[in-house]
């Protein structure tokens, strides 16, 4: 069983930074992705960010410029760097491993609050 545990959420002002990890059991060279999801209150979970195993990596476009995915293949863990946060980024945050078969598996979510 793939578990996928999540850090570094919390409260933050506009315009400040967090960085959120996500620590997967076993290799993730075993997954074809990994990525961030997020969902707001009332709304429906949406894509942030991904990185194929190959690095190549995915934003949404309101986090383009501002949001940076990465991994730590010896650690086999995957961060995302948060800069400039909004109003609207807040939201609970998921980790996704997504394997070649199609299979996914997804962390508890982590709060991350935006506000002044």
């Known amino acids: 069983q793939v578990q996928l545990v999540e850090s570094g959420g919390g409260l933050v002002q506009p315009g400040g930074s967090l960085r959120l990890s996500c620590v997967v059991s076993?290799?993730?060279?075993?997954?074809?992705?990994l990525g961030w999801y997020r969902q707001a209150p009332g709304k429906r979970r949406e894509l942030v960010a991904t990185?194929?195993?190959?690095?190549?990596?995915n934003y949404a476009d309101s986090v383009k410029g501002r949001f940076t995915i990465s991994r730590d293949n010896a650690k086999n863990t995957v961060y995302l760097q948060m800069n400039s946060l909004k109003l609207d980024d807040t939201a609970v945050y998921y980790c996704?491993?997504?394997?070649?078969?199609?299979?996914?598996?997804w962390g508890q979510g982590i709060q991350v609050t935006v506000s002044s």
């Open positions: 996704n491993c997504r394997e070649w078969t199609g299979d996914d598996y």
């Open positions: 076993g290799s993730i060279f075993r997954f074809s992705a």
């Open positions: 990185i194929t195993s190959g690095g190549m990596t």
